[in-house]
Every structure is written in structure tokens, then in C-alpha cells.
């Protein structure tokens, strides 16, 4: 059973950083995609970066580039997301997500597992 866990949500001021982890549990090897989406109160769920198995693919939603890195460390099971220059409009629930071939990365419906999600809020 695939088990997906994010931790380091938290509130900072704008302008601040913050780092979530996610490890992951259940898998037999590392061919597996993993990304982050999030979702604001009264928003739907948005990706927000995704990192191919070996780590040599990134992608970002336009909206986070440029201060946000996703990265990904094999041996532990865990992908990170980077957050740097937080602005208010980051706030949301912020969910770890796996998938062996997402396509497209965008859509939600395209992961298999999810985690239950870590709370980042930026204040002004």
C-alpha cells in the first residue's frame, strides 16, 4: 500500500520560506513521478511543480517559477518543495501526490496517491 506523508507546513510572513517533505512508503523502486498541488479555500486543486523518478525533469506551474524548487532524494523516499518570496496568494493546503506516468502533470486527475495534506499560510 502506497503511503504518502507531507510535514513543514506552518505560517510565515510574506516574503518568508518555508520547506515540505513528503515521504513516501510502498513502493518497491523509484519509477514513480511525484508532485505537489495545492488548494485554497474555495479554490480547486492546482498543481504546482512535478519531478520526473530520476530527478532530472522539473516542472512549475507558471505562478511559482522562479521561487519554488522541487527536488527529490531517492534513497530517503522524499520529495521536497522549496518555497522562497511566500506571498499571500500561496496560502492554501498544500498536498504531496504519486503517479507512475501523469499525464498531464497538471490535472489531479491524472495522480494516483495522495497525502493528506500540510497547511501553509503567508501573511501579509
Known amino acids: 500500500q502506497i503511503q504518502l506523508v507531507e510535514s513543514g507546513g506552518d505560517s510565515v510572513q510574506a516574503g518568508g520560506s518555508l520547506r515540505l517533505s513528503c515521504v513516501a512508503s510502498?513502493?518497491?523502486?523509484?519509477?514513480?513521478?511525484m508532485g505537489w498541488f495545492r488548494q485554497a479555500e474555495g479554490k480547486e486543486r492546482e498543481g504546482v511543480a512535478a519531478?520526473?523518478?530520476?530527478?532530472?525533469?522539473?516542472v512549475y506551474a507558471d505562478s511559482v517559477k522562479g521561487r519554488f524548487t522541487i527536488s527529490r532524494d531517492n534513497d530517503k523516499k522524499t520529495v521536497y518543495l522549496q518555497m522562497n518570496s511566500l506571498e499571500p496568494g500561496d496560502t492554501a493546503m498544500y498536498y504531496c501526490?504519486?503517479?507512475?506516468?501523469?499525464?498531464?502533470?497538471?490535472?489531479?486527475?491524472?495522480?494516483?496517491?495522495w497525502g493528506q495534506g500540510a497547511q501553509v499560510t503567508v501573511a501579509s
Open positions: 519531478i520526473r523518478p530520476g530527478g532530472s525533469v522539473t
Open positions: 501526490t504519486s503517479d507512475a506516468q501523469p499525464v498531464p502533470w497538471t490535472a489531479a486527475g491524472s495522480w494516483d496517491y
Open positions: 510502498g513502493y518497491k523502486n523509484s519509477a514513480y513521478w
